[in-house]
């Protein structure tokens, strides 16, 4: 916080008024600025210029200005200080400096000039602080800086700020030093390594990029507590601190070297830099446009001292040089115009994602303006181009790229680079997953967290990606259109996939901690998956997936906990609702019918000890399944298999497999069955003639059904893990434990290997350019060989007890070499594949290996740090020199910590120490280069080390080093300069890179990602990211021919390197890759901290309400997505209602069948009519299920203004609230102004008790009619939706909608009488729509929304639910029969539905009825119902039609045009009917005749129905509530209204009242008689304070009034009562209350009003607009006679005046009065109005509030004088901390601080007792004692508490959050 006088007054021509600006008719006074008096010519003229209004002269100034001499700061006659600042000499410098120091920044400062009326006037581009900040401290910098169109921009840097801020006036820039925490955490206090800093900022830039403005001069400087200053310079050239003019001079240097008076000492033959920190802000080689930029560039936000991750999109200060001479300066990334390239959003074949490097500024990215950076892109092809200029994507034919300037774009490479061609790999998580498509052409496999589809006869892949962990279950459907696939990562995520397009139709967050098993039903209707829960229990659930094609979304159709063990699961393929299993000790019989799956176990006798494997259903001849001939095949570990009738559930068959005969033994002579020992079967198989059987010994065996004897067999190279026959039973598939994949074709007897794999991560890889070769070496202990064309494997080393750790191919021989875990270093024969020769030189295990490309040498290193050179040029190569201690040993093993130049000159290594890199002679091993890379960055304790090594191709002369801290580092071979800098996307240090041939392409391993930069950009070069690999990639190379990259780590990943822009997408030989689209699965994966999962397009923040989200929409275009370094999920509120967060049990969702047309019933016989069957749904298996069910994929709301829609809130609810103890409440809730308007059927009111309940927010309200009284009932955590009363009137029901603090609705049950909650009811996910009781109050029935649609039966004796239904379209109304208690209706879209409650036992079911909306009434929908006299129903609709239905027969037989709009209200008593519509029209209808026209049937015509009366209300009817002769009632509205209406006088009465919009001011009148309130809605109310009835209202239309004052006690006669309001179009209006008039409009500022006051005499209204203006005026005259303009660029938050009573202040004036605005200013002024004085007293200026990225508007900026001590000043939102600050303006500091516990978003001080409270955002308020100390937190509210009143006696308290308005009754402790 900076204090003290350090406003910006302009002197104007008007004598006695300094600090303000008159404003005349016609006359502008000339503005002029005090100016310092200088020595010399230059000086003075200049400063004439200066004081004439002209630009100053720059030519004195040249070619720089020394600040502190030239202001002579010694003598502070033209400067001022302030506080604890005193001159003392520095050890370092050996010279005297400034030392600023003091806890308060803002009272401890040093001010150049002396007041802030006169000017520096110093032009100089460059200013140059040197300074040094104290340790564990913060400071201060401020810089007011003039524009050349004269307005003045204030620029902070502070250590005290936690994130960039900026205004119109005012930019404020985080100065970070280096910290090993997170982002925001940063910033901070000075470490204790703090060093003198030269800070160079660039004041022409800083004012161009960020405001688009031209730079004029430096106005002012203040040096704010704690540092030491030694100077201040200013000049037009660009100084390099490091280099000295003799330095220069001797080496020539074509650099400007810094003058000698400004020079840091530096010891003799030490590097500057190794002492001192040169801050450059922004760098000088950014490409600056002359004309301003677009909002859309990115800009760096913080000034950055020592290493700082590269996820960070700001500028990185380093301090350290690379070599001794010296370093490059901080830089930040370029800035220069975007070329817009815009993105149509699309779902095409191909999509994959991309990570957006934070290197690129946010220009550059096609980016819409005004759109907040984010790391994450979502494109709509396979990869994306991302650079400091362009994002291009793929882009439907027809859609043209506008470049905004294409001469200054330089397109990067094609989009993508990149396209995954093939995958080495089989498994990952478990080898037992393979399937055969429909066809038989294709196996469908996991590798890892890939999903590859392998065509058999073409060796063809396809992929599916987006899996962020191991694939660990796989299941396609018997038509091959959907995919299942589940990953390990718990809790298990399930994807389905549409198979034939590759594109992920749904993810969804499985109840099981992991899932092992899927099966699909051969229709794909029905998904069964099999895991455990977190406990370790084995759980089944079944999954309806029938929908998820459609549009729909995916179901829980049942989930059972079981205690058996379940090792294979499989539904029937004859019929879909059996399924069988079996595990250790027992085989089940699984079934689903009504929404729950039991099973039944089968009788095992002798063999219930089995320990069962797998199991498989008989196929009959025909190729076709039926239950009466199949049978049931089951496989034990102890060679038993089982043959079961499933019908009968009996075991038909007991056989026993013997282990294979010796080879001697023909085939034809092996038994099948005997005692003794049998194969341990794994997995079988069963065909029409045939089962095939997997066995750990490695066979895989083919049976008869009979089993008589083996018919084929063939082996593996490890124990089968499953078998699969095709569809046409000729072939079988098989896998193995050890990542083998093949079949075998029965007819021919052939074995075909699909897929090798390693076992282990793959450590390192080779290529052969003469053969097309491959080599890896793994953890498996193995050396592969494989073909690249191919992908096969050629040969296999293998070694049990050592690890192979690096390979290498000889370039010209055949044969290559590998270095073992034993040290040991062997050359193997590609010819005979036997060893050549092996060397055991080393000690340790091999970390590397290289050979230079002509063949010549070999160099190995260890971990023990020994480096071995061989000749190679010979077949048995010969150790040539062994070298200790010269590689690293203390780093991570890396087979990249080697590499050889080009020319095979140059050996370059990581050592001798991590920090270290050594370029050799290859051939003799000297040293040529030794390069430090711990001093790239600052870095306390922890230096920055290298991890990769990377020679450039040809003779570029580049050697490249990965660093930890995530940058690759280009840098000279041969002098070791810097040549630039490549930062990682990821926030993961390359562990290996690679560069192509032609030096265009950068490879990096980036975590598990894939990064490609364009390599010969050299400012600020493109990259792209590519996802595919589960675990960290390890190494990256190209391919000899360059066409092609491989990466290796979890598998063998090959991509092909596209050549050309152009080139086609669907070109055949490229397998397309499929991803999850632009389903809410990508975004899942993405806000879990997916890596390398991408969005389709950047995210655009949104202001209106976030729409609802469809699983099958186009990509989000809005919303803050999160990601993380780990692909675990990321549990981020902000996305917790678009991801799923677990699937629930889901009541059964009804299935209509068709009538037959033959029942005996009156329903049977309806025309089109359906029957529905629901199934109970059993209290045990709903209410203790906690799981949250998916939210994705909401239905569109319907075109019904009937449905609930709760109102959309920025703010979020604290969890828990610490309440006062009972009875030391020091506040207590005694009425509640308005209605909620937004509810349905939110008000009840019985006539003949009397009961009145309404809701308002999440509060019930209790009103006695009679009396006024409220009562409240508080508990719901959100906004009430709707209220229902029992019959009895002893029993109220009120549901809330879901959010942040509430997974589900909340439904509570109200003792009427008492008061009380009786019990909390829980079943509904998003909202509810309507409840009703039963007549006999036995049942409360609740309905959903739109997009819950679920609707849940209730006993009222136990509150068990006792059934629930699930609708599959919206449902509007439910009701029950008030004469059956066992039948209800609900009407919806398309049907009106008829249930019957039936009873078994404690069970309840439904038998449901529906009949379609009559033909009648066109498209249009059912949307409310009532009974009428027995057996008709009345229905609204929405078109205004109402119909008349038969409920006995289930026929509608009579409609009639009631409405001109939708009818959302129907009530019916006797011969009277009430309808109430979105037209606010309530109409009274005679309807005693219909009774009558029943019987005519579909004869009746609507002729004798006629109006009885007609109102018009203020809004939609939502509710009403009448007596039984309907002569009188209660009608609620949209407006917030209820009305009083009586047909009998034909009137309508104001019950309760309150604003439709939010609430923005609360006065008071000084006797405390009345208050008013102003709203958005343009309206002023005027209240009368003791019954809070409304008495007057003004209503400006168009218009929103956001502030309103209230006369003054001075003013105290009636006639003087008046009310000032202030509007959005800038006008400003005097209401007489005692008149009910307007008495006067002003028109003072342009600009919306924020805020007025009056003075404390009465006579005067200071009021203050959205532009920083302050306008004084008279309330008599209108006219306005000053106009202040020193917060101009801010809105003003808040203006306040008092009676001035301490003349100490130092100021003369009658009162004081303040103004705060939004850029954390306030100013403090001393007035007599009557003299026509102002005098500015005080000018505090605060740093920007630290808080997070939210939804929300960020806490005002308020300040108040405290009531019981006038001279100091209340402020909150001002500082970077939550708290409240007091400002004393006789001791001008802070004087106390009291922490709060989030930011204040309101703010009052009661006049009474020393009483404050504060209003937040979490919908909480707190009062605090400040005579005791004592706080004392109150809840009620809705949303924000955006404004906080005490009256003036300090009784009462107003409170307003949006429209609510609460009045609390303050009473003593």
């Given at each position: ?51 004439s209004?002209?630009?100053p ?14 202001f ?51 032009t ?64 901070g ?17 800083i ?9 004029g ?13 030694r ?20 080496a ?15 010891p ?27 909002k ?5 936000e ?73 790391a994450w ?6 990869h ?21 300037d ?6 990067f ?8 061609r093939g ?7 478990s ?6 498509t ?80 899927l ?25 309806s997936?029938?929908?998820?094609g ?7 159709l ?25 595990g ?18 089968v ?5 219930c ?13 025909d190729?076709?399944w ?6 049931l ?37 092996k ?69 083998h ?28 350019q ?13 050396v ?27 370039p ?14 062997r050359?193997?024969?590609l ?37 071995v ?13 062994v ?7 203390d ?96 926030s ?56 092609q ?28 890759v ?18 390398g ?68 019933g ?10 529905l ?26 075109d019904?203004y009937?449905h ?58 209790v009103e ?78 609740t ?31 439910v ?8 039948e ?15 009873h ?17 009434l ?49 009530l ?16 009274l ?19 004798s ?16 509530s ?8 209660v009608?609620?509205?949209t ?6 209406i ?9 019950l309760i ?10 006065v ?19 209240w ?19 502030c ?64 920083g ?19 101009r ?8 005046s008092?009676?001035?009573e301490?003349g ?39 740093p920007?509030p ?7 508007l ?18 909150v ?20 601080k ?9 703010l ?15 919908c ?14 109150f ?18 308290l ?16």
């Amino acid at each position: 916080m900076a204090g003290g006088s350090g406003a910006r007054c302009r002197q104007v021509s008007r004598p006695g008024s300094p600090g303000s600006e008159v404003r005349r008719a016609s006359l502008t006074a000339p503005r002029a600025e005090a100016c310092p008096a200088s020595e010399g010519e230059g000086s003075r003229r200049a400063a004439q210029d200066r004081c004439s209004g002209a630009v100053p002269s720059a030519a004195w100034q040249h070619p720089f200005l020394n600040v502190f001499r030239h202001f002579r700061v010694d003598e502070w006659k033209r400067s001022s200080k302030e506080g604890d600042v005193a001159v003392v000499t520095d050890k370092v410098l050996k010279s005297s400096v400034y030392r600023i120091r003091g806890s308060v920044s803002a009272s401890n400062y040093i001010q150049l000039p002396r007041t802030s009326t006169q000017s520096l006037g110093l032009t100089g581009r460059y200013l140059y602080v040197l300074f040094r900040p104290l340790p564990t401290k913060h400071f201060v910098i401020h810089l007011d800086v003039s524009t050349e169109d004269g307005q003045v921009i204030r620029v902070s840097f502070s250590n005290l700020f936690k994130k960039f801020k900026s205004s119109a006036t005012w930019l404020q820039f985080p100065f970070v030093f280096e910290t090993k925490t997170p982002r925001r955490d940063l910033a901070g206090v000075v470490p204790p390594s703090a060093r003198w800093t030269c800070l160079q900022l660039d004041l022409r830039d800083i004012l161009m990029f960020y405001l688009s403005r031209r730079y004029g001069h430096l106005k002012s400087v203040r040096l704010c507590a704690s540092l030491l200053v030694r100077n201040l310079y200013t000049s037009d050239l660009c100084f390099d601190p490091a280099v000295t003019v003799a330095e220069a001079r001797h080496a020539k240097l074509s650099v400007n070297p810094v003058p000698r008076e400004m020079a840091f000492p530096v010891p003799k033959g030490e590097s500057w830099h190794d002492h001192y920190i040169h801050v450059r802000f922004p760098r000088d080689d950014s490409k600056v446009p002359a004309e301003p930029l677009e909002k859309s560039c990115s800009l760096p936000e913080a000034v950055f001292l020592g290493h700082v991750s590269r996820r960070l999109p700001h500028p990185v200060v380093s301090g350290k040089t690379l070599l001794s001479s010296r370093s490059p300066e901080g830089q930040i990334p370029s800035l220069t115009l975007p070329c817009q390239v815009p993105s149509a959003p699309r779902v095409p074949p191909e999509v994959s994602l991309t990570y957006k490097s934070p290197e690129v500024p946010s220009g550059g990215a096609a980016r819409i303006r005004g759109q907040r950076p984010s790391a994450w892109n979502e494109v709509t092809d396979a990869h994306t181009v991302v650079s400091d200029r362009h994002v291009l994507a793929d882009k439907p034919p027809g859609v043209p790229m506008a470049l905004e300037d294409i001469r200054s774009c330089k397109l990067f490479l094609p989009d993508p680079v990149l396209r995954l061609r093939g995958v080495i790999g089989f498994g990952g998580h478990s080898t037992q997953w393979a399937l055969w498509t429909k066809d038989g052409m294709a196996v469908v496999y996991p590798c890892h967290a890939v999903i590859i589809v392998l065509q058999i006869d073409t060796g063809q892949q396809r992929f599916f990606l987006g899996h962020t962990d191991k694939v660990s279950a796989l299941a396609l459907d018997g038509n091959d259109v959907l995919l299942a696939s589940a990953q390990v990562q718990p809790p298990s995520m399930v994807r389905l996939w549409d198979f034939q397009t590759g594109g992920c139709l749904s993810i969804f967050r499985s109840p099981l901690h992991t899932i092992c098993s899927l099966s699909f039903s051969r229709s794909g209707a029905l998904l069964c998956g099999v895991g455990k829960d977190q406990h370790g229990r084995t759980v089944v659930v079944a999954w309806s997936t029938d929908k998820v094609g459609l549009g729909g979304e995916v179901v829980v159709l049942a989930k059972v906990h079981t205690d058996f063990d379940v090792q294979a699961f499989q539904i029937a393929l004859f019929d879909e609702t059996r399924m069988a299993s079996c595990g250790r000790g027992s085989v089940r019989l699984w079934r689903l019918r009504g929404g729950v799956l039991r099973s039944c176990a089968v009788d095992l006798g002798e063999y219930c000890t089995l320990e069962l494997t797998d199991l498989a259903f008989a196929q009959t001849l025909d190729g076709h399944w039926r239950p009466s001939a199949g049978m049931l095949f089951v496989c034990s570990h102890s060679g038993h298999i089982l043959e079961i009738d499933h019908q009968r559930m009996t075991v038909q068959h007991v056989r026993r497999l013997l282990p294979t005969q010796p080879s001697g033994v023909p085939l034809t002579e092996k038994q099948s069955f005997s005692m003794g020992s049998g194969i341990a079967i794994s997995s079988l198989g069963v065909s029409t003639t045939t089962c095939a059987v997997g066995s750990e010994d490695g066979y895989l065996r083919l049976w008869p059904l009979d089993f008589s004897s083996v018919l084929l067999e063939a082996e593996h190279d490890g124990p089968v893990s499953s078998v699969f026959f095709s569809p046409d039973g000729l072939r079988v598939l098989s896998t193995t434990t050890s990542g083998h994949l093949g079949f075998l074709d029965v007819p021919s007897r052939e074995y075909t290997v699909l897929a090798r794999s390693h076992m282990a991560p793959v450590l390192a890889l080779s290529t052969e350019q003469n053969r097309g070769q491959m080599a890896t070496v793994s953890l498996d202990h193995t050396v592969r060989i494989w073909d690249l064309a191919t992908l096969q494997q050629l040969y296999d080393f293998s070694s049990s007890d050592e690890t192979p750790s690096a390979v290498a191919f000889h370039p010209t021989l055949p044969s290559f070499f590998c270095g073992f875990s034993s040290g040991a270093v062997r050359s193997f024969s590609l010819e005979n594949s036997g060893v050549l020769v092996e060397h055991t030189r080393h000690r340790g295990a091999i970390t590397s290996l290289v050979i230079t490309p002509d063949g010549r040498f070999l160099f190995s290193s260890c971990s023990q740090g020994s480096l071995v050179q061989y000749n190679c040029a010979v077949a048995r190569c010969c150790v040539l020199r062994v070298a200790a201690n010269m590689v690293c040993q203390d780093g991570h093993p890396n087979p990249n910590t080697l590499a050889v130049s080009g020319d095979s000159c140059r050996l370059a290594f990581v050592g001798r120490s991590k920090c270290k890199v050594t370029v050799v002679e290859s051939d003799s091993l000297n040293e040529l280069l030794h390069v430090d890379v711990s001093t790239l960055h600052l870095a306390s304790g922890h230096p920055d080390w290298a991890v990769a090594v990377c020679f450039s191709p040809g003779n570029s002369g580049h050697l490249l080093v990965s660093t930890s801290s995530n940058k690759v580092v280009v840098l000279d071979a041969v002098s070791g300069h810097t040549i630039r800098e490549l930062s990682s996307v990821r926030s993961r240090a390359c562990a290996s890179l690679a560069i192509s041939e032609d030096a265009r392409l950068l490879l990096g391993a980036t975590g598990r990602t894939i990064t490609v930069w364009d390599y010969p950009t050299q400012a600020s070069p493109s990259c792209q990211v590519y996802i595919g690999h589960s675990e960290p990639v390890h190494v990256v190379a190209f391919t000899p021919d360059q066409q092609q990259v491989l990466s290796v780590g979890d598998a063998i990943f090959l991509w092909d390197v596209l050549a050309t822009p152009e080139r086609d997408q669907s070109d055949p030989g490229t397998p397309p890759v499929h991803e999850a689209g632009s389903s809410v699965g990508q975004l899942e994966d993405l806000a879990s901290g997916a890596s390398g999962l991408p969005r389709q397009q950047v995210p655009l923040p949104s202001q209106a309400s976030p729409p609802p989200l469809s699983i099958h929409g186009r990509p989000l275009e809005g919303g803050t997505f999160s990601t993380s370094d780990e692909e675990g999920l990321c549990e981020e509120n902000h996305v917790s209602e678009v991801f799923l967060q677990g699937q629930a049990p889901t009541p059964p969702v009804l299935v209509e069948k068709e009538a037959s047309g033959a029942g005996d019933g009156p329903r049977e016989a309806a025309k089109g009519s359906q029957t529905l069957a629901v199934l109970p749904c059993h209290h045990s298996q709903t209410s203790e299920w906690s799981l949250q069910r998916a939210k994705t994929g909401l239905p569109t709301r319907p075109d019904s203004y009937k449905h609930f829609t709760a109102r959309y809130k920025a703010s979020t609810r604290v969890k828990s609230v610490s309440f006062p103890p009972v009875g030391r409440e020091q506040l207590r809730l005694k009425a509640v102004v308005g209605y909620n308007g937004n509810g349905r059927a939110n008000m009840v009111w019985r006539p003949n008790t009397g009961f009145f309940a309404y809701t308002c927010g999440r509060l019930v309200v209790v009103e006695d009619l009679h009396s006024g009284t409220q009562r409240h009932w508080c508990g719901h955590p959100q906004e009430i939706s709707t209220l229902a009363l029992s019959e009895d009137g002893q029993v109220l029901a009120s549901a809330s909608c879901c959010g942040n603090t509430a997974a589900r609705c909340q439904i509570r049950i109200w003792d009427v009488p008492k008061g009380l909650c009786q019990h909390l009811l829980s079943h509904h996910d998003t909202a509810v729509q309507a409840l009703a009781f039963s007549p006999d109050d036995e049942f409360l029935v609740t309905l959903g929304d739109y997009a819950d649609r679920t609707l849940a039966l209730w006993s009222m004796t136990t509150y068990e639910l006792l059934s629930s239904a699930r609708f599959p379209e919206p449902v509007h109304g439910v009701a029950f029969n008030p004469w059956d208690a066992n039948e209800l209706i609900c009407v919806g879209t398309s049907a009106i539905t008829f249930w019957l409650l039936q009873h078994h036992g404690t069970g309840t079911s439904f038998q449901v009825h529906r009949e379609p909306v009559p033909e009648e009434l066109g498209a249009s929908e059912l949307t409310s119902l009532c009974y009428g006299a027995s057996p008709l129903l009345y229905c609204g609709s929405s078109s205004g039609q109402v119909c008349v239905w038969d409920t006995g027969t289930g026929h509608c037989f009579l409609a009639w045009e009631a409405d001109d709009g939708e009818i959302g209200v129907l009530l019916c008593s006797g011969s009277r009917l009430l309808s109430g519509s979105n037209t606010r029209r309530l109409r009274l209808w005679a309807v005693g005749v219909v009774p009558e026209l029943r019987r005519k049937g579909s004869s009746a015509r609507s002729n004798s129905v006629f109006m009885e009366r007609e109102l018009t209300l203020d809004g939609a009817v939502v509710s009403a509530s009448f007596d039984s002769g309907m002569d009188m009632g209660v009608v609620g509205t949209t407006a917030g209204t209820l009305w009083y209406i009586n047909w009998t006088e034909g009137t309508s009465t104001r019950l309760i009242s309150g604003h439709r919009s939010k609430v923005n001011e609360v006065v008071f009148s000084p006797s405390e008689s009345h208050c008013a309130t102003c709203g958005e809605d343009g309206s002023v109310r005027v209240w009368s304070l003791a019954s809070m009835e409304l008495v007057i209202q003004f209503q400006v239309l168009n218009q929103s009034c956001l502030c309103l004052a209230w006369t003054p006690p001075s003013c105290g006669r009636p006639e003087q009562q008046q009310v000032v309001a202030g509007y959005s179009d800038g006008t400003l209006r005097v209401f007489n209350i005692s008149r009910t008039a307007m008495e006067l409009k002003m028109h003072p500022h342009r600009t919306a009003l924020t805020a007025i006051a009056f003075s404390t005499d009465g006579q005067t209204v200071l009021s203050g607009d959205k532009d920083g203006l302050v306008a004084i005026s008279h309330p008599c005259t209108g006219m306005t006679f000053r106009m202040l303009s020193d917060h101009r660029g801010a809105p003003i938050s808040a203006i306040q005046s008092t009676n001035k009573e301490y003349g100490d202040l130092g100021v003369e004036g009658a009162e004081l009065w303040l103004a705060a605005s939004g850029d954390q200013r306030v100013s403090i002024w001393a007035s007599d109005w009557l003299r026509d004085r102002c005098e500015l007293l005080e000018w505090l200026s605060f740093p920007a509030p630290a808080i997070s990225e939210a939804p929300g508007l960020p806490p005002p900026s308020l300040a108040a004088f405290c009531p019981w001590d006038k001279a100091t000043l209340v402020c909150v939102g001002l500082g970077a901390h939550e708290e409240v600050v007091f400002y004393s303006l006789r001791q001008k500091q802070v004087v106390q601080k009291t922490p709060l516990p989030f930011f204040a978003m309101s703010l009052s001080l009661s006049p009474g007792p020393q009483l404050m409270v504060v209003g937040f955002a979490e919908c909480m308020l707190r009062l605090l004692d400040c005579a005791s100390g004592t706080t004392q937190d109150f809840e009620g509210h809705d949303d924000a508490v955006h404004l906080c009143r005490f009256t003036p006696s300090g009784k009462l308290l107003f409170t307003a959050a949006h429209n609510e308005i609460l009045v609390w009754e303050v009473t003593s402790p």
